[in-house]
T-cell receptor
Framework: GAGVSQSPSNKVTEKGKDVELRCDPI?????LYWYRQSLGQGLEFLIY????????KSGLPSDRFSAERTGGSVSTLTIQRTQQEDSAVYLC????????????FGQGTRLTVV | GDSVTQMEGPVTLSEEAFLTINCTYT??????LFWYVQYPGEGLQLLLK?????DKGSNKGFEATYRKETTSFHLEKGSVQVSDSAVYFC??????????FGTGTRLQVFP
């Protein structure tokens, strides 16, 4: 597609359930990033990929969070046993793998844990 | 690790006022620096960037200069408009390609 696509756009889930968030980056972009934006807060770095590898997973809040990327394209962020504090907007971005390259953002997935 | 620090908002200005939003960074290498903007109800988009010391990025009347000696990348605009009301994020990209953002600064411009 023309831009970064995230699905679903909104997700309401019950506490304790697992959720999967999907990101379709721009074709040809080797770098892919996941961030979390809580209400009124900044962008919290979660994880990024270079191709299918994740050089830095340091931002994942707990072992309930995991992410993978296959074929150097689509990525999924999985949250197991969701908690209310997981409620936030989850943003995905992609870019060419060059230091000065612009990162393009998706519209995000708004996750609400009830 | 590397980090970005922005001034806390909100910043409230009248139309045509001068704007400065401070941003400083900590980095072990020579990062690229960016300003992103998030307009109400929209996604983040790049506003401007600079890739080496003394570079000046500019767009839509905004500008920022990469100052290595003070590790800063302050955003400025000479005359703000109501349509500039948004949240502004300073960011750095390490040589490893990790992209780190500041906490964001909300700008509110009133007529």
């Amino acid at each position: 597609g023309a831009g970064v696509s995230q699905s679903p756009s909104n997700k309401v889930t019950e506490k304790g359930k697992d959720v999967e968030l999907r990101c379709d980056p721009i074709s040809g972009h080797t770098a892919l990033y996941w961030y979390r934006q809580s209400l009124g807060q900044g962008l919290e770095f979660l994880i990024y990929f270079q191709g299918n590898s994740a050089p830095d997973k340091s931002g994942l809040p707990s072992d309930r969070f995991s992410a993978e990327r296959t074929g150097g394209s689509v990525s999924t962020l999985t949250i197991q046993r969701t908690q209310q504090e997981d409620s936030a907007v989850y943003l995905c971005a992609s870019s060419l793998g060059q230091g000065m390259a612009e990162a393009f953002f998706g519209q995000g997935t708004r996750l609400t844990v009830v | 690790g590397d980090s970005v620090t922005q001034m806390e908002g909100p910043v409230t200005l009248s139309e045509e006022a001068f704007l400065t939003i401070n941003c400083t960074y900590t980095a072990t290498g020579y990062p690229s620096l960016f300003w992103y903007v998030q307009y109400p109800g929209e996604g983040l988009q790049l506003l401007l960037k600079a890739t080496k010391a003394d570079d000046k990025g500019s767009n839509k009347g905004f500008e920022a200069t990469y100052r290595k000696e003070t590790t800063s990348f302050h955003l400025e605009k000479g005359s703000v408009q109501v349509s500039d009301s948004a949240v502004y994020f300073c960011a750095l990209r390490e040589n490893t390609d990790k992209l780190i953002f500041g906490t964001g600064t909300r700008l509110q411009v009133f007529p």
